[in-house]
T-cell receptor, first 118, second 113 residues
C-alpha cells in the first residue's frame, strides 16, 4: 500500500516552453503532497508543500510564479515548470503524506521525473 | 528539526554487514531517527525509524545509543542492490500531514563484489 506515481518519468522540452508533472497517490488519499528537486550529485531540496484545495507553500528562494503547483484533489498534485530554461533541468520528486495506524503521518515518495530542457 | 552528520561515502564488501553511522547530537526528546535510501535515479525509499529502542525489520536494523546522540543503520548482508545514498534524518513523527522531511547530504554506500 501507499504507492505514489509520477508522470512522465522523463521529459525533454525546449527552452521557453512549459511542462507539467503529475504526482498521484494510487491507493490512498493524500491531504498533503510535497515537491522536491534534485540536481546531479546533490541531495533532495524541498521546493514546496501543497495541501488539497489551497495554495501551495513555497520554500525560501523557490519562485512560485515559475513553479506552479495545483493540488485539486486528494490523489493528484501537479507541478508546472513555466518558461523552462536549461538551468531548470533536474530530477523532480514528489511525496505524499499518509496516515499510518490512524495517528501518525509518514511520507511516501514517487519515482521521480527527469526534466531536460534543451 | 535537528541536524545530522554522516560520512560522505563508504564501501562495503558484498555479503558483509554494512554499518552506516549518523551523529545527531542536538536531537530533541520527541524526535525520531529515520533512515531512507535513494538508489540512483529513483525516489527515496523508507528503510526504518526509531525513537530510543533498537529496531529491526526485513531490510535493516537500527541501533540508537542510550544518549540518542548517534545511531547506526546496519544492513546485515549487503548486496550489490544496496548500493545507494543513505539519508539519516531526525524529525518529529508526523502528527500533521504537512510535517516535512528535510534531507541532508547522506552517505553514498558502494557495495563491492
Amino acid at each position: 500500500g501507499a504507492v505514489v506515481s509520477q508522470h512522465p518519468s522523463r521529459v525533454i522540452c525546449k527552452s521557453g516552453t512549459s511542462v507539467k508533472i503529475e504526482c498521484r497517490s494510487l491507493d490512498f488519499q493524500a491531504t498533503t503532497m510535497f515537491w522536491y528537486r534534485q540536481f546531479p550529485k546533490q541531495s533532495l531540496m524541498l521546493m514546496a508543500t501543497s495541501n488539497e484545495g489551497s495554495k501551495a507553500t513555497y520554500e525560501q528562494g523557490v519562485e512560485k510564479d515559475k513553479f506552479l503547483i495545483n493540488h485539486a484533489s486528494l490523489t493528484l498534485s501537479t507541478l508546472t515548470v513555466t518558461s523552462a530554461h536549461p538551468e531548470d533541468s533536474s530530477f523532480y520528486i514528489c511525496s505524499a503524506s499518509y496516515v499510518r495506524q490512524g495517528e501518525t503521518y509518514e511520507q511516501y515518495f514517487g519515482p521521480g521525473t527527469r526534466l531536460t530542457v534543451t | 528539526d535537528a541536524k545530522t552528520t554522516q560520512p560522505p561515502s563508504m564501501d562495503c564488501a558484498e555479503g558483509r554487514a554494512a554499518n552506516l553511522p549518523c551523529n545527531h547530537s542536538t536531537i530533541s526528546g520527541n524526535e525520531y531517527v529515520y533512515w531512507y535510501r535513494q538508489i540512483h535515479s529513483q525516489g527515496p525509499q523508507y528503510i526504518i525509524h526509531g525513537l530510543k529502542n533498537n529496531e529491526t525489520n526485513e531490510m535493516a536494523s537500527l541501533i540508537i545509543t542510550e544518549d540518542r546522540k548517534s545511531s547506526t543503520l546496519i544492513l546485515p548482508h549487503a548486496t550489490l542492490r544496496d548500493t545507494a545514498v543513505y539519508y539519516c534524518i531526525v524529525r518529529v513523527r508526523g502528527k500533521t500531514s504537512y510535517d516535512k522531511v528535510i534531507f541532508g547530504p547522506g552517505t553514498s554506500l558502494s557495495v563491492i563484489p
